[in-house]
């Protein structure tokens, strides 16, 4: 069974750091792409940061700079590093994974999700 367990959100102060993790079970993660999606309330879910199968990556606009994706796939673990927080990148928090090689922010085209780990950045 596969199962992505998200973790390592929480509350910072704008310009502040944190570091998401998903731990992946069920499957070798090297084979797949992972990305990372956010919700906020009221909106929709936003792609974030995705990693294909060859490390190639994708950033959303909003973030380029800030964030970095990365994976471990000797451990089956994805990483979300954020810098320079704003008050804007408060949401839920989801790591994702599908079954093709390719990078994409496309939501609709994960199938598996984890839990979501919830970050908080206030001013």
């Known amino acids: 069974q596969v199962q992505l367990v998200d973790s390592g959100g929480g509350s910072v102060q704008t310009g502040g750091s944190l570091r998401l993790s998903c731990a992946v079970y069920?499957?070798?993660?090297?084979?797949?792409?992972m990305g990372w999606f956010r919700q906020a309330p009221g909106k929709e879910r936003e792609g974030v940061a995705s990693?294909?199968?060859?490390?190639?990556?994708l950033y959303v606009e909003s973030v380029k700079g800030r964030f970095t994706i990365s994976r471990d796939n000797a451990v089956n673990m994805v990483y979300l590093q954020m810098n320079s927080l704003k008050v804007e990148d408060t949401a839920m928090y989801y790591c994702?994974?599908?079954?093709?090689?390719?990078?994409?922010?496309?939501?609709?085209?994960?199938?598996?999700w984890g839990q979501g780990t919830q970050v908080t950045v206030s001013s």
């Open positions: 994702a994974a599908r079954d093709v090689w390719g990078a994409t922010l496309d939501a609709s085209l994960y199938k598996y």
């Open positions: 990693v294909s199968g060859s490390d190639f990556t």
């Open positions: 069920g499957f070798t993660s090297s084979a797949k792409s």
